[in-house]
């Protein structure tokens, strides 16, 4: 079946710093591939998410490229602030069906 | 345009109660979903619905029951709540398109605590 494995967190950065969550994924055929963001008292929101082999998504500064060959995408962000303070998931869609599997979660705090 | 709603936001039951969380969404989608939400387990599906009358099990449906209500409504039934079930749940829902595939969007979360 489908599986997401994230890096272990929690991840604490400085402001300004370079972040980098890891994403691998087992399925077959052709995932969808997404990250979704948690803000402390909300529900998950997209985001971004790519759809096809060597596809980047990007969304407020946040980039992950899908990569079919180490079945990975991983989530960047050159310069990490204050508000990107939250848990991001990792999730797939297979092509059977528009079900999402999601990794563990990564929780991440910038401090100032 | 109110998205995904969720009711009630916060609840505590004993052993053996029973209760409904209820789920609505706005946006003419087809498909809902039901997750529950565990420290380091990330979200694990318990029920979706692909369209309006239909109903399937996801993950871990095991002490859980679903309702398709119309377009707009799923609920989420525990008939005998136990501790098991003390967790955040999130109800979603999707167009579940060709051309918006998968992207699901979600309610604020029901945060339920059995004693």
């Known amino acids: 079946g489908n599986s997401v494995t994230q890096m272990e967190g929690p991840v604490t950065l400085s402001e300004e710093a370079f972040l980098t969550i890891n994403c691998t994924y087992t399925?077959?055929?052709?995932?969808?591939l997404f990250w979704y963001v948690q803000y402390p008292g909300e529900g998950l929101q997209l985001l971004l998410k790519a759809t096809k082999a060597d596809d980047k998504g990007s969304n407020k500064g946040f980039e992950a490229t899908y990569r079919k060959e180490t079945t990975s995408f991983h989530l960047e962000k050159g310069s990490v602030q204050v508000s990107d303070s939250a848990v991001y998931f990792c999730a797939l869609s297979g092509t059977s069906g528009s079900r999402l599997t999601f990794g563990e979660g990564t929780q991440l705090t910038v401090n100032p | 345009n109110a998205g995904v709603t969720q009711t009630p936001k916060f609840q505590v039951l004993k052993t053996g109660q029973s209760m409904t969380l209820q789920c609505a969404q706005d946006m003419n989608h087809n498909s809902m979903y039901w997750y529950r939400q565990d420290p380091g387990m990330g979200l694990r599906l318990i029920y979706y619905?692909?369209?309006?009358?239909?109903?399937d099990k996801g993950e871990v449906p095991n002490g859980y029951n679903v309702s398709r209500l119309n377009k707009r409504e799923f609920s989420l039934r525990l008939e005998s709540a136990a501790p098991s079930q003390t967790s955040v749940y999130f109800c979603?829902?999707?167009?579940?398109?060709?051309?918006?595939?998968?992207?699901?969007?979600f309610g604020p979360g029901t945060r339920l605590l059995v004693l």
């Open positions: 619905s692909a369209s309006e009358g239909t109903t």
């Open positions: 399925a077959t055929g052709y995932p969808s």
């Open positions: 979603a829902s999707s167009e579940a398109t060709p051309q918006s595939r998968e992207t699901q969007y």
